[in-house]
């Protein structure tokens, strides 16, 4: 197992599109976490599945915003209609249930 | 979870020890101390943990004062990979990670 693994790296898309985003946690963590970081400020949480359940979402994550984890094994991330204040980059982590998280290199969005 | 109080920046030079503060007055018994970092473009990464006592593992000792009022990250010998930014949150088993601004660490050859 190599970590948690996002995917794509970097994303650049125009205002108003929709993008969607992947992350692959490791394989035993049973918790999988979506986090996100402007420039200069600390990763803000946005939500949380344990397994394939959503327990918790932020006020942050507007309805324009939705997250799935299937099967409880990779989660996907979509924002639709995207506005440029949702440039940020988008940060995955995983953790067993009382554990440490594990962060992946998180997918990097610009919207022009 | 209780927030925690970090210098925004701090400088050391390369080989010496980097000692980071981080205050946390209104933590809770049932919440530890952890500590992560984060390098440029890359995600935060786990360094240390602890509840009352000291704790040390190959990267880092973390020195958690009597009254678990306050925490000190020490990089025994800091090398120029140590600079980023370190951040010390407080959370209780379970809940999760609330990050703030941290401690910008520039390590100085």
């Known amino acids: 197992d190599t970590g948690v693994s996002q995917n794509p790296r970097h994303k650049i898309t125009k205002r108003g599109q929709n993008v969607t985003f992947r992350c692959d946690p490791i394989?035993?963590?049973?918790?999988l976490y979506w986090y996100r970081q402007t420039l200069g400020q600390g990763p803000e949480f946005l939500t949380y599945?344990?397994?394939?359940?959503?327990?918790?979402k932020s006020r942050l994550l507007s309805d324009r915003f939705s997250a799935e984890r299937p099967k409880g094994s990779f989660s996907t991330l979509e924002i639709q209609r995207t506005e440029q204040g949702d440039s940020a980059m988008y940060l995955c982590?995983?953790?067993?249930?009382?554990?440490?998280?594990?962060f992946g290199s998180g997918t990097r969005l610009t919207v022009v | 979870d209780a927030k925690t109080t970090q210098p925004p920046s701090m400088d050391c030079a390369e080989g010496r020890a980097a000692n980071l503060p981080c205050n946390h007055s209104?933590?809770?018994?049932?919440?530890?101390v952890y500590w992560y970092r984060q390098i440029h473009s890359q995600g935060p990464q786990y360094i240390i943990h602890?509840?009352?006592n000291n704790e040390t593992n190959e990267m880092a000792s973390l020195i958690i004062t009597e009254d678990r009022k306050s925490s000190t990250l020490i990089l025994p010998h800091a090398t120029l990979r140590d600079t980023a930014v370190y951040y010390c949150i407080v959370r209780a088993t379970g809940n999760q990670f609330y990050f703030g601004t941290g401690t910008s660490l520039t390590v100085i050859p």
């Open positions: 599945f344990q397994n394939e359940a959503q327990l918790e």
């Open positions: 209104t933590i809770s018994g049932n919440e530890y």
């Open positions: 394989s035993e963590h049973n918790r």
């Open positions: 602890g509840l009352k």
């Open positions: 982590a995983s953790s067993l249930e009382a554990g440490g998280y594990t």
